[in-house]
């Protein structure tokens, strides 16, 4: 039950929509629920407080914590816009979203005003003020009375952490759990304890609230929290429950699974959740968002398995079971693997296999109750043009081919009216973001000599003295001031000038933390090549991500967060994987931000080792087409229905064992190419359970 819908944030009040009859309603719920062996959880977000309780509407409380405090410098009557203070403004700060540590809430006497500008100069002033806010009187003021402004994170108002309204929300959490009959409580925002006195007290604090809410239960809570510090061990029943993946997903769970081995000697369960069963995501989604398909559940499925850790699967609801068909595909395996979990039949040396990173393995029935794994691998490869080949590597016999194609968005052409250009090296002394690694060194400079497009190229030029590829980079970027609106145009069009060198060029773009906690829009190039080419880059790179030794990037800003493409914050050019001892020297046209189109795919063809296979189908973008063997191929949905099946042409390619030669064609002679992941897909041996 999440405060926020269900039940309201601090004060736990119920929904009246949904529960008319207060908490007797809610305990009513709940009573239906452990009737059919259901456990209920309370999911708050911790101290924090809706702007829509009785403590901030119609009467602020005296108590709501406060970053700031001023002097009023002159009466204001109620028509009044502005609040003139004697004390400075020139650090107070408009930058609110979900994560920023900020508001624009100012409490007079019992007024809250929201102000959307403030001088930076004498007379120091709040200005563009709404008065009355939430629901409040508006009064006149008079010169000298106290001006403060409050605390707000994650939309929501904070109690003054050495009052006694810290403790009173607690006692409202504990309240509802004792009264309702619920069997956990999940303190979710608990991560925002910084706010409550500085990030050096957050421990104390977080530890303080959860104590406060743990001595006035009459029965033990399975307590989860979104953070964790030694205090907090006493009451916490499992750990690991981290927010599911954008994208990348197999590469989450391994880091998933690192940060939950280490927590598991700490004498706790692990969870290896939160999950979702991800759809296709339409428009700008698109870019940072990635399906899941059955090899992914599996994955996350061994790994639980192997590692025996819980899961939490969450999004499943009555609206959406019924009408999303990749549930039906999907939740059976979580149901059969939980079972095989908790039966304990599965010996310890293939948990061992299970667990290991990258080890990817598909569950076979034998007969009834007998189960065995297959090794599996999938081999994805981005194909951004009508005509694309590369190798793979089978580590397995050889066998006829099994694969997928999910067709991707593509991006309008350079030369599109809606195009932006967003960097175009007129200024190469304006890049304020430059760093290197150590035995690394680099310039950029206006190149009117080596040109693509336009009037001009970027030139960058990179030495690498030191002995190692990866992990030696370079940043040369921009900070945008003020920040880039860029909004409906996620992809990148560029030309590139390679000189063969092996060394990788990233495209980034950052948007401001607190509108997007930091999302990492990584676009690669792998300069293998000589002289122009031209990139359409539109999904954020995130596999790879975390082998490359950036110096930035974590499992959150990598996998699940996005860019806000309103506030684009920083462009920077980096490189890596520079050559030892060696040179980079390339060239970039100026770069434009572009649309989105969809281009759908019509009777894509491939070729393995000289064996041809046509699929005379038109592939909706967002669609999936699985080949899983002779007389078994399907068409899927953007939400996992069955579109049709397909009768492919031609003949079966076989995978030979070691490399293996992969030639892609698609909707040959027209314009523009649509884009697709192509996955190979190959077995091995098996490990039989019993």
Not at 53 to 69: I, Q, S, Y
Not at 273 to 278: I, M, Y
Not at 379 to 405: C, M, Y
Not at 489 to 515: E, F, I, M
Request: proline share 6%.
């Amino acid at each position: 039950f999440h405060t926020g819908t269900s039940l309201r944030f601090g004060d736990c009040a119920p929904n009246p929509k949904l529960f008319p009859n207060g908490r007797a309603s809610v305990k009513a719920v709940i009573d239906k629920l452990h009737e059919a062996g259901i456990a209920a959880g309370l999911h708050t977000y911790a101290f924090f407080i809706a702007k829509d309780t009785p403590c901030v509407t119609p009467v602020p409380d005296p108590r709501l914590g406060k970053d700031a405090a001023f002097t009023l410098a002159a009466a204001i009557d109620e028509a009044a816009t502005i609040v003139p203070v004697k004390e400075s403004t020139a650090e107070v700060s408009l930058a609110t979203g979900f994560f920023a540590r900020n508001s624009v809430t100012l409490q007079i006497d019992n007024e809250l005003i929201i102000f959307s500008g403030v001088t930076k100069e004498p007379p120091y002033t709040f200005t563009e003020c709404q008065r009355g806010a939430h629901g409040t009187a508006v009064t006149a003021h008079e010169a000298g009375a106290q001006v403060h402004k409050l605390k707000e994170c994650f939309g929501l108002f904070t109690p003054d952490a050495n009052s006694t309204l810290l403790a009173e929300i607690a006692e409202n959490t504990a309240n509802t759990f004792n009264e309702c009959g619920f069997d956990m409580i999940y303190l979710d925002a608990l991560d925002g304890e910084d706010i409550l006195a500085g990030a050096e007290n957050a421990w104390h604090y977080g530890s303080k609230f959860v104590f406060e809410i743990a001595n006035r239960l009459n029965r033990p809570a399975l307590f989860e929290m979104s953070t964790f510090h030694h205090h907090l061990w006493y009451v916490r029943a499992r750990m690991g429950a981290w927010d599911h993946p954008a994208r990348s997903h197999k590469r989450f769970i391994d880091l998933h699974c690192d940060a939950n081995r280490a927590g598991a000697g700490m004498f706790l369960p692990m969870n290896l959740g939160w999950w979702a069963a991800k759809t296709w995501q339409d428009g700008v989604a698109s870019v940072w968002s990635e399906p899941t398909y059955p090899d992914d559940i599996e994955y996350l499925l061994c790994k639980a398995l192997g590692n025996d850790m819980c899961l939490s699967l969450m999004g499943v609801n009555p609206d959406n079971i019924g009408n999303t068909p990749l549930y039906q595909r999907l939740l059976p395996m979580f149901s059969t693997y939980e079972e095989l979990r908790h039966s304990g039949v599965v010996p310890e040396a293939i948990k061992a296999r299970l667990r290991e990173p990258g080890n990817e393995f598909t569950l076979e029935a034998v007969a009834e109750g007998i189960w065995q794994f297959r090794s599996v691998a999938y081999h994805k490869h981005k194909a951004d043009t009508a005509e694309s080949s590369w190798t793979i590597t089978n580590g397995f016999g050889q066998q006829p081919v099994r694969l997928r194609i999910e067709v991707l968005m593509s991006a309008a052409s350079y030369d599109s009216e809606e195009a932006v250009v967003i960097e175009d090296f007129s200024d190469t002394k304006g890049f304020d973001l430059r760093k290197t690694a150590e035995n690394v060194s680099a310039s950029i400079e206006k190149d009117t000599d080596n040109i693509k497009v336009g009037d001009r190229s970027g030139k960058v030029s990179v030495s690498n003295t030191g002995t190692q590829r990866t992990g030696a980079w370079v940043q040369i970027g921009r900070t945008q001031k003020p920040a880039l609106n860029i909004d409906g145009k996620p992809a990148l069009g560029v030309w590139v000038h390679g000189d063969n060198s092996g060394a990788l060029l990233n495209l980034q773009q950052l948007s401001a933390r607190h509108t997007a906690a930091g999302g990492i829009g990584d676009h690669y190039i792998t300069l293998d090549f000589t002289g122009w080419r031209y990139f359409t880059l539109v999904e954020f790179e995130s596999e790879n991500v975390m082998k490359l030794g950036w110096p930035y990037g974590d499992s959150y800003s990598v996998y699940p967060e996005h860019v806000d493409y309103k506030a684009v914050e920083s462009f920077s050019l980096w490189l890596n994987n520079l050559p030892p001892g060696g040179n980079v020297d390339c060239m970039i046209s100026p770069v434009k931000a572009l649309p989105l189109v969809e281009i759908p795919m019509r009777n894509p063809v491939l070729t393995i080792n000289g064996a041809t296979i046509k699929f005379p189908a038109e592939i909706p973008v967002g669609a999936s087409l699985e080949f899983v063997g002779a007389g078994a191929c399907y068409l899927y949905g953007k939400k996992g229905e069955l579109l049709a099946e397909i009768t492919p042409e031609g003949t079966v390619p076989l995978l030979n064992p070691g490399e293996n030669t992969i030639q892609f064609i698609c909707n040959s002679g027209e314009e523009n190419s649509p884009r697709a992941r192509v996955t190979i897909i190959a077995a091995g041996d098996v490990l039989a359970v019993n």
